[in-house]
């Protein structure tokens, strides 16, 4: 049998061997069908009639429909798995992400569809390979979608952070967390501010991944970050990347395990978070963070935070200068001060006070507040309030012992404001504050008031002033002078009272009337007064 000559078949059976000269005539004049299929000597396949004399009209068809296909399944399993395994932002923004997987997923079905509708004359039809690999992967690239879109959107759970350039463009300050957009915000910047030299930056944290990559620019361009505030979580990073670390006296670092946000499988957040977690530790390795910092940050759950002040991070060895509120490298004492401060918690007011003091009498503050602290850390609040005390009274003898009379009767005319206006408004819980006698309510504006004008009278202060010492009889004249009157105000009572009800507004109006009778003397005599008084309300 030569190579001329065809074998066919059709839907029916076999249907011999024919010249193949007559056949492509009996093809052209339409009595066979362009799926008759055909076979000859040498061939390794049967072909269709119209594929071996009529091949189609669109050769591009085929490319196309794979190109599509290709292109859907990387947008919808590829890159969402590779988005997965890697660190940051999404390989593609959301938008354009599902913008471009429907348009291949449009494309490809178009394409299917038109490949499967032309192709029966052709034998049977490829394109349903593709068809029912597309239906079969569907499942998968709705389930991977649902997670890129879950992981977008908690990436923008929390609102930016907010950045602000100095006029010189020299120092840029960032309020605000580690969120979706704090990469291109903060590159945008650089580009803006080319000589930048120092990041201002107070944040609760945010992105691991996206700190990380912006920790690598700060590290690469030794930018100094110094936090005033606090700096946490994924913020620890920025700061840990500089090779000039700055920290306020009343700042603080925390530290939690990480944790990856979305809801991707298990296994993928595991591998993701291992990576990150690593690069973490490396980096806080390379600022000085020693075993013990490193064990609490792996001891705390991302649910909660360890705080680290100044005093444990020098303790820790980690390399860092402390500054106080004016830029300045802070005093030993300052530093020990802050590290009380912090375990208990002080207000802003009280903060204020004690560092003034630290200021002045620094020997007296190193040998009590590193006591205070180590027994706050040791929750030995007895312990520690009776080291306070005596801090305070040395603070309160300092202010009122060395202060110049000019500076007392100041302090004085403020003080006595205080008292007149809660006296006046019937306050309770504000002369419960002023007289510092524990019950409830409290007014904590009104504490304030007092650690303030405290401070100021610390700072106003000055070392080598000479001593004004009150004697016995000075201080017992004074406590004479405000029984007396309590007890006048009892006794001018028409019936009996209820003690507990009645003296405490009669405490604060008796108090009250001392500093009106001490401004009112000539002024030497004025200040010896108020200093009296500091027997009945300070000491």
């Given at each position: 049998?030569?190579?001329?000559?065809?074998?066919?078949?059709?839907?029916?059976?076999?249907?011999?061997?024919?010249?193949?000269?007559?056949?492509?005539?009996?093809?052209?004049r339409?009595?066979?069908?362009?799926?008759?299929?055909?076979?000859?000597?040498?061939?390794?396949?049967?072909?269709?009639?119209?594929?071996?004399?009529?091949?189609?009209?669109?050769?591009?068809?085929?490319?196309?429909?794979?190109?599509?296909?290709?292109?859907?399944?990387?947008?919808?399993?590829?890159?969402?798995?590779?988005?997965?395994?890697?660190?940051?932002?999404?390989p593609?923004?959301?938008?354009?992400?599902?913008?471009?997987?429907?348009?291949?997923?449009?494309?490809?079905?178009?394409?299917?569809?038109?490949?499967?509708?032309?192709?029966?004359?052709?034998?049977?039809?490829?394109?349903?390979?593709?068809?029912?690999?597309?239906?079969?992967?569907?499942?998968?690239?709705?389930?991977?979608?649902?997670?890129?879109?879950?992981?977008?959107?908690?990436?923008?759970?929390?609102?930016?952070?907010?950045?602000?350039?100095?006029?010189?463009?020299?120092?840029?300050?960032?309020?605000?967390?580690?969120?979706?957009?704090?990469?291109?915000?903060?590159?945008?910047?650089?580009?803006?501010?080319?000589?930048?030299?120092?990041?201002?930056?107070?944040?609760?944290?945010?992105?691991?991944?996206?700190?990380?990559?912006?920790?690598?620019?700060?590290?690469?361009?030794?930018?100094?970050?110094?936090?005033?505030?606090?700096?946490?979580?994924?913020?620890?990073?920025?700061?840990?990347?500089?090779?000039?670390?700055?920290?306020?006296?009343?700042?603080?670092?925390?530290?939690?395990?990480?944790?990856?946000?979305?809801?991707?499988?298990?296994?993928?957040?595991?591998?993701?978070?291992?990576?990150?977690?690593?690069?973490?530790?490396?980096?806080?390795?390379?600022?000085?963070?020693?075993?013990?910092?490193?064990?609490?940050?792996?001891?705390?759950?991302?649910?909660?935070?360890?705080?680290?002040?100044?005093?444990?991070?020098?303790?820790?060895?980690?390399?860092?200068?402390?500054l106080d509120?004016?830029?300045k490298?802070?005093?030993?004492?300052?530093?020990?001060?802050?590290?009380a401060?912090?375990?208990?918690?002080?207000?802003?007011?009280?903060?204020?006070?004690?560092?003034?003091?630290?200021?002045?009498q620094?020997?007296?503050?190193?040998?009590?507040?590193?006591?205070?602290?180590?027994?706050?850390?040791?929750k030995?609040?007895?312990?520690?309030?009776?080291?306070?005390?005596?801090?305070?009274?040395?603070?309160?003898?300092?202010?009122?012992?060395?202060?110049?009379?000019?500076?007392?009767?100041?302090?004085?005319?403020?003080?006595?404001?205080?008292?007149?206006?809660?006296?006046?408004t019937?306050?309770?819980?504000r002369?419960?504050?002023?007289?510092?006698?524990?019950?409830?309510?409290?007014?904590?504006?009104?504490?304030?008031?007092?650690?303030?004008?405290?401070?100021?009278?610390?700072?106003?202060?000055?070392?080598q002033?000479?001593?004004?010492?009150?004697?016995?009889?000075?201080?017992?004249?004074?406590?004479?002078?405000?029984?007396?009157?309590?007890?006048?105000?009892?006794?001018?009572?028409?019936?009996?009272?209820?003690?507990?009800?009645?003296?405490?507004?009669?405490?604060?109006?008796?108090?009250?009337?001392?500093?009106?009778?001490?401004?009112?003397?000539?002024?030497?005599?004025?200040?010896?007064?108020?200093?009296?008084?500091?027997?009945?309300?300070?000491?």
């Open positions: 049998m030569s190579m001329q000559h065809l074998h066919l078949r059709d839907r029916r059976g076999y249907l011999g061997v024919w010249e193949m000269a007559q056949v492509q005539a009996e093809f052209g339409g009595r066979y069908r362009a799926d008759t299929m055909s076979w000859r000597p040498g061939e390794t396949a049967w072909t269709s009639l119209g594929r071996r004399w009529s091949p189609r009209a669109t050769p591009w068809l085929p490319v196309l429909g794979a190109l599509a296909l290709f292109g859907c399944l990387v947008l919808g399993i590829a890159l969402p798995l590779w988005g997965f395994h890697i660190a940051g932002r999404l593609l923004p959301l938008a354009w992400h599902l913008s471009l997987f429907s348009v291949s997923l449009l494309l490809t079905a178009t394409v299917l569809g038109i490949a499967i509708k032309r192709h029966p004359g052709y034998g049977t039809s490829r394109a349903w390979t593709s068809v029912w690999l597309l239906i079969s992967a569907l499942p998968l690239i709705a389930a991977l979608l649902y997670q890129v879109v879950s992981n977008d959107r908690a990436r923008h759970e929390d609102p930016d952070a907010r950045m602000v350039l100095s006029a010189d463009k020299r120092v840029l300050r960032i309020d605000g967390n580690i969120a979706a957009n704090f990469i291109d915000d903060f590159k945008a910047v650089l580009a803006r501010a080319p000589h930048l030299q120092r990041i201002d930056i107070r944040s609760g944290g945010g992105l691991v991944d996206d700190a990380l990559e912006i920790a690598k620019i700060i590290r690469a361009r030794a930018l100094v970050v110094r936090v005033d505030d606090y700096c946490a979580s994924a913020c620890t990073l920025l700061w840990a990347a500089s090779p000039e670390r700055q920290l306020g006296l009343r700042g603080s670092i925390g530290l939690h395990q990480n944790r990856m946000l979305g809801n991707a499988p298990k296994e993928w957040r595991e591998s993701a978070l291992a990576q990150g977690d690593a690069q973490s530790r490396a980096m806080l390795l390379r600022a000085g963070f020693g075993p013990g910092l490193l064990f609490k940050r792996s001891h705390t759950p991302p649910s909660a935070m360890a705080w680290i002040d100044a005093t444990e991070l020098v303790e820790s060895g980690v390399s860092v200068r402390i509120a004016h830029g490298p802070a005093t030993p004492a300052a530093i020990a001060m802050a590290g401060l912090h375990q208990m918690g002080a207000s802003d007011a009280s903060w204020r006070a004690y560092l003034a003091y630290a200021a002045k620094p020997d007296q503050v190193l040998q009590r507040a590193p006591s205070i602290r180590q027994a706050l850390l040791a030995d609040k007895d312990i520690a309030v009776a080291w306070l005390r005596r801090l305070y009274a040395d603070m309160t003898a300092f202010a009122f012992g060395r202060s110049t009379d000019a500076d007392m009767l100041r302090w004085g005319k403020d003080i006595s404001a205080l008292w007149d206006d809660t006296v006046h019937q306050d309770k819980a002369c419960n504050t002023l007289l510092d006698n524990g019950e409830r309510p409290q007014d904590e504006e009104t504490r304030a008031r007092v650690r303030g004008l405290l401070a100021d009278l610390i700072a106003r202060t000055a070392v002033a000479p001593q004004h010492t009150v004697s016995v009889a000075e201080e017992q004249a004074a406590r004479l002078r405000y029984n007396t009157l309590l007890w006048n105000a009892l006794a001018s009572q028409p019936g009996p009272v209820k003690w507990a009800t009645w003296s405490q507004p009669q405490r604060c109006k008796v108090s009250a009337q001392l500093y009106q009778e001490a401004l009112a003397l000539p002024p030497a005599q004025a200040a010896a007064s108020l200093r009296a008084l500091r027997i009945i309300h300070f000491d």
